[in-house]
């Protein structure tokens, strides 16, 4: 039903990191622009199958900043998102496990060469798996932003690390997602991925957190 849409890795400053990533991947990262109203822009980088890597971190062009991004870690691996073509179906499991949800919202968000794009997105309410369980994204007839970004590599695995494997394998095989779970005395999230310079692996900050969320908590 979910599979991988794109990892997260916070930034102080896009800019700024666009390029030390750009270095660390020997591929150039590019702007992606900024999310309208919510105080963040991006950079992207594809992973050439359908899977992205986004750079998210504070906008300069607008005053407000989300309280989710205020105490992230720059250059961490903050989140993950899935892409799901059925959000319905997704919000009914969530609801069958005890977890909430925001409910299906519209995004958008402006791209460098001017056109608007949108998206539906459903963010399940901050809970014990923080992190590890993602937000999830259709992005209906907008053109999936692997296809418009360079190439910086392949995402070889994307593993997550939890005191609860057990938990963490029922919910996702509800999920139909198949992931590499490993067991840890806290939770996080581990990516590696094949660039030009060799493997590369990212971690989540200790501790995970909860990632992105419009829950003000």
């Not at 720059?74 to 925001?102: K, M, P, R, T, Y």
């Amino acid at each position: 039903m979910i599979t991988i849409d794109h990892i997260l890795i916070s930034c102080a400053n896009v800019q700024k990191s666009k390029q030390s990533f750009s270095d660390k991947f020997g591929a150039p990262f590019e702007i992606g622009g900024a999310h309208p109203g919510q105080g963040t822009m991006n950079a992207l980088g594809s992973f050439g199958d359908g899977a992205y890597c986004e750079l998210i971190g504070p906008d300069p062009n607008q005053s407000a900043q989300p309280h989710w991004l205020k105490n992230a870690t720059d250059g961490a691996l903050f989140h993950w998102a899935a892409n799901c073509s059925n959000l319905s179906a997704v919000a009914e499991i969530l609801e069958q496990n005890g977890l909430g949800h925001s409910g299906v919202i519209d995004g958008q968000r402006n791209a460098e060469n001017g056109a608007l794009l949108k998206w539906r997105v459903l963010f399940p309410e901050p809970s014990a798996f923080g992190a590890l369980l993602p937000f999830f994204i259709d992005w209906q007839d907008t053109p999936h932003p692997s296809q418009s970004s360079p190439v910086i590599g392949s995402l070889k695995t994307l593993s997550f690390i939890t005191p609860t494997m057990e938990k963490q394998k029922d919910l996702f095989s509800e999920l139909g997602f198949s992931a590499d779970i490993e067991h840890g005395n806290t939770a996080g999230l581990q990516a590696t991925i094949s660039t030009v310079n060799g493997d590369v692996r990212i971690r989540s900050a200790d501790p995970l957190g909860d990632g992105v969320s419009p829950f003000d908590h």
